[in-house]
């Protein structure tokens, strides 16, 4: 039976956490300063940021938000990410309404650590020109109090002097606060850069995203925008204008987004953040970004007169795993057609022929692997690991085999065969080290011998499984039946790489 517990505690929070105000490029409000919240004092020493919205916007106790946030991540899927997440793009309202989207940015990374989390966020009660960096004191929520990287937030404020310190800003922002939850309960060991933007107009965006960029360094970082959508129209004219902001983050347009914010195409209160923090990961290394959930609050209410939109995003740099060998993509189509013809020659009990081809780079001797993959999951995979054969014989060869003498599957049958798809890694020839700290991960498989034992990883499998080279020596290890540590302890290690192309490609 499903528990209700956590819906109920979130169903008695306001309306008020529906929404927030939206004018694009300056803050939300020019109201009066909110001093809701606020600091252990005003003097100068270290001052904690109270929670303001606790109780409201989340549960007010540490038990009932552990079960809130951990009920909401559990059910998050989001879509599987190819490559690094560098930035996140958050909704903001009470969770009861935005906090299942949220959800499924931060499963991205639940159980990652960063250097620090720098929180991009629009202020909503106060007006003031620039940016501000909360340096002077930790955060609080219920479940704990949340450490400022100190150093980090004075690199951001020393780099442009648009970047102050404006308390008031940040004393009753429910934008910022909302995140902090869900970042204690997916990342280790929290370091928070907490900064919210008075301005948002895009001169100022790329301001502040420079300053972001010069001052991170060589610092694992993750960049959080925060941002609700569209605010009180029908359902569907939300969902056409909350498309167009999806629209542009996808395609990587924050130019496009600045010019149809103010051009009033479509709306978000956290425009200037997902510009900003668009801008910075940019810089930092992303090339994609991947829309990950989005709702109104129509979806949850059942009320589709006035609704409020909210997505959350991922900002990728994506994996480049392996390297180029020169095949060219006809070449490569040939070569995957080789393993099926292979393959369903094989399975159907037809006489298998040598291939043949013209190609200097097919009948160059190399060791390659053939994986097969069916519904996603491994089926079977099997190589040579030296230049035996021609490659193009090499690749006829071990796709059969994969199909048929995988010891850890059955063999394939011909009611499969549309089922399966096929992956192929030509390598390049093995190289012995002596220093692990040679091997890059995405670009290098290991191989290692110790005794009469070894043991194989192709490049992809650490990249997959988001191993640091430490960790794909142990699973290599254990791959060959050894202890994790073995490659401590006088195994030969030796690293290669591969060209790697597929049928989904």
């Known amino acids: 039976m499903e528990d209700r517990s956590v819906t109920r505690g979130l169903l008695r929070f306001s309306l008020t956490v529906l929404v927030c105000v939206i004018i694009p490029f300056t803050a939300c409000s020019k109201g009066e300063n909110t001093q809701e919240g606020g600091s252990a004092d005003m003097d100068g020493a270290a001052k904690v940021r109270e ?12 038990q009932a938000l552990k079960e809130a946030v951990s009920d909401m991540l559990s059910k998050a899927q989001p879509p599987d990410i190819d490559g690094r997440v560098i930035g996140l793009i958050s909704p903001h309202a009470g969770y009861m309404y935005s906090g299942q989207v949220a959800a499924h940015a931060y499963r991205l990374v639940e159980g990652m650590t960063y250097d620090a989390v720098v929180v991009v966020a629009p202020s909503h009660h106060v007006y003031f020109e620039g940016s501000s960096v909360y340096s002077e004191g930790p955060y609080r929520t219920p479940l704990g109090v949340i450490d400022i990287h100190t150093a980090l937030a004075q690199a951001i404020m020393n780099a442009d002097d648009s970047i102050i310190l404006n308390r008031e800003a940040h004393l009753g922002e429910h934008s910022l606060e909302v995140q902090l939850p869900f970042l204690q309960m997916t990342v280790s060991d929290l370091k928070l850069v907490p900064i919210v933007m008075g301005d948002q107009s895009p001169a100022n965006c790329k301001r502040l995203a420079e300053a972001i960029v010069a001052s991170v360094g060589d610092k694992k970082v993750l960049l959080v925008a925060s941002t609700d959508l569209s605010h009180f129209h029908a359902y569907d004219e939300a969902v056409r204008l909350d498309r167009l902001v999806m629209d542009r983050v996808t395609t990587y347009d924050y130019e496009g987004l600045a010019e149809d914010l103010r051009t009033h195409k479509c709306e978000a209160c956290g425009g200037g953040p997902i510009m900003t923090v668009m801008m910075a990961a940019r810089r930092l290394g992303a090339s994609k970004a991947v829309n990950l959930a989005y709702a109104n609050s129509g979806d949850v209410t059942g009320d589709r007169s006035r609704v409020v939109g909210y997505f959350a995003a991922a900002l990728v740099e994506e994996a480049s795993i392996g390297v180029d ?87 394939m049958t011909a009611g499969e065969l549309d089922e399966i798809s096929i992956e ?14 040679e091997i890059e991960v995405g670009k290098h498989g290991i191989y290692i011998e110790k005794g009469y034992k070894s043991g194989l990883l192709l490049p992809q499998v650490a990249a997959d499984y988001g191993w640091d080279r430490y960790e794909f020596l142990d699973h290599t290890c254990m791959k060959a039946g050894l202890p994790g540590g073995c490659w401590r302890q006088g195994a030969d290690i030796q690293i290669f790489s591969a060209q790697i192309f597929g049928e989904d490609e």
Request: aromatic share 4%; charged share 25%.
């Open 51 to 62: 929670p303001a919205v606790a109780g409201s916007f989340y549960p007010g106790t540490e």
């Open 325 to 411: 060998l020169g095949l060219m993509e006809e070449e490569k189509t040939l070569l995957l057609e080789i393993a099926r013809s292979a393959i369903e020659a094989k399975i159907r009990g037809e006489t298998v022929t040598e291939p043949q081809a013209d190609s200097p780079n097919l009948n160059e001797k190399r060791g390659a692997f053939v994986t097969l993959t069916k519904h996603g999951q491994l089926r079977g995979c099997i190589g040579h690991i030296r230049g035996m054969y021609p490659l193009c014989n090499t690749i006829s060869r071990m796709a059969m085999a994969a199909a048929t003498e995988d010891p850890r599957f059955p063999p």
């Open 424 to 437: 192929i890694s030509v390598m390049t020839p093995l190289r012995k080290i002596t220093d692990p700290e």
